[in-house]
């Protein structure tokens, strides 16, 4: 999620696709039900800055009623809760390494199973600009990051003290070894990171290659567009998953759309579907730190209202199921086919059930196909960026936990409770 629109300069050539298949005019919106909502987070100083951002869900490997869900909340860290959205363990972010620089700031989660017979949470740390690592073990997570991390992506303190840091993160297996993709916040720089075990237990990295996506786009037109913010920045990515079935990354580029590329960085990135307000011209103010849109060309999308955001699989057998992603700016979630070419499956909302508000501006979500407790046929947790009842003059956010039963009915999509299993 940015706080401000961007003005963006560099230019890259990369695949684009043609438009998805569109809903008929006038078709309405299916709201699902949410059952549950984890305690608000404030990010003011009583509330220790809690900024609730992105879930990921631990399974547990014998009794899915114990598993657990992991969310970010930047400067206020992790916390830990059960599928019944009580929090169980609360995890600070680092403090700052000295008194000018900035402090730990976590950003995006992810989990991993089976790195050396651990399971992992993986943590984009976006003010120290590292992974933090921690290992799941009897409902409880440890601290079991390597003193000796480096930067991901810059070489001194005071690069990172500028911002372009670890930003968006997921994690992604196979036969060579264990990675986290992690994108580079105001740029469009995306990491393959490889897990690495240290001594006395400890987790570090590496980084084995960086890829870069456009800056800037050719329209039909003949006239070259990029997404406007302020001078110096780049379209930035967040929200990613992999599917851990056919190797692919997909990668929410926030102001153009979402990305379709080899989990490797390797090969050439397609985009898969594009925002609504792409090609639309813009001049960055600086004097009310805003973009000022010209007229629409009409090539952009038809489903995602930037920002593009949290992206994550509902997976089926035989290699199918669904990808979702977070169309931020008109609070709704998109869901395509995640084989073949992503064809178009619908939106839905998450909308206000016995008591429980419904999702605005939300960045991370995740869902599972697994039962999980009471949420036998699945469940999807979605951040909730402005949480109700409202707080005056505090900031409010927290996650929603959605049976997958109630997407499935509302987009006629299937439930695939045994087609696949994440600790696999």
Not at 9 to 15: E, I, N, R, Y
Not at 50 to 63: F, L, Q, R, T
Not at 220 to 245: A, F, I, K, L, Y
Not at 354 to 373: K, M
């Amino acid at each position: 999620m940015r706080p401000l629109p961007r003005l963006f300069l560099a230019v890259l050539t990369c695949s684009l696709v043609g438009a998805l298949s569109v809903p008929a005019s006038g078709q309405s919106i299916p709201s699902v039900d949410p059952e549950v909502e984890t305690p608000a987070l404030f990010d003011d100083e009583a509330g220790g800055n809690a900024n609730g951002d992105d879930p990921a869900i631990w399974v547990h490997p014998s009794k899915s009623g114990k598993s657990l869900v992991i969310a970010t909340a930047k400067e206020g860290g992790l916390y830990v809760y059960n599928l019944d959205a009580q929090q169980l363990q609360h995890l600070p972010a680092p403090a700052a390494p000295g008194p000018d620089d900035e402090g730990g700031r976590f950003n995006n989660v992810d989990v991993t199973y089976g790195f050396g017979g651990r399971d992992l949470a993986v943590v984009s740390d976006r003010g120290r600009d590292q992974l933090r690592i921690y290992a799941v073990a009897q409902g409880q997570l440890t601290d079991v990051t390597d003193p000796a991390a480096p930067f991901v992506f810059n070489t001194t303190q005071p690069q990172v003290n500028d911002g372009e840091t670890a930003y968006g993160l997921t994690t992604w297996k196979d036969s060579t070894g264990t990675y986290a993709l992690v994108s580079r916040r105001h740029t469009t720089a995306i990491g393959l990171v490889k897990l690495l075990p240290k001594p006395n237990g400890k987790v570090g990295y590496q980084v084995v290659r960086t890829l870069n996506l456009p800056a800037s786009f050719a329209l039909p037109n003949g006239q070259s567009w990029t997404p406007c913010d302020e001078p110096g920045r780049t379209p930035q990515v967040e929200g990613m998953v992999v599917d851990q079935q056919t190797d692919v990354l997909y990668a929410a580029q926030e102001d153009v759309g979402i990305w379709r590329m080899r989990a490797d960085l390797t090969g050439t990135p397609t985009l898969m579907d594009k925002v609504r307000d792409y090609g639309v011209p813009a001049t960055y103010d600086p004097a009310t730190e805003e973009c000022t849109p010209g007229v629409d060309p009409g090539y952009g999308g038809q489903r995602l209202t930037a920002d593009a955001e949290g992206l994550t699989i509902y997976y089926r057998d035989d290699e199918k199921g669904y990808l979702l992603a977070s169309s931020q700016g008109d609070n709704t979630f998109a869901a395509y086919r995640k084989e073949g070419s992503n064809a178009y499956l619908g939106q839905f909302r998450v909308g206000t059930h016995n008591g429980v508000d419904g999702v605005e501006h939300s960045d991370g979500s995740t869902v599972l196909n697994v039962p999980l407790g009471d949420f036998e046929e699945g469940m999807f947790i979605a951040h909730d960026g402005a949480n109700t009842p409202a707080v005056p003059d505090r900031e409010n956010t927290n996650f929603k936990f959605v049976g997958w039963e109630g997407i499935a009915d509302g987009l006629d999509l299937d439930v695939d409770t045994d087609g696949w299993d994440p600790r696999d």
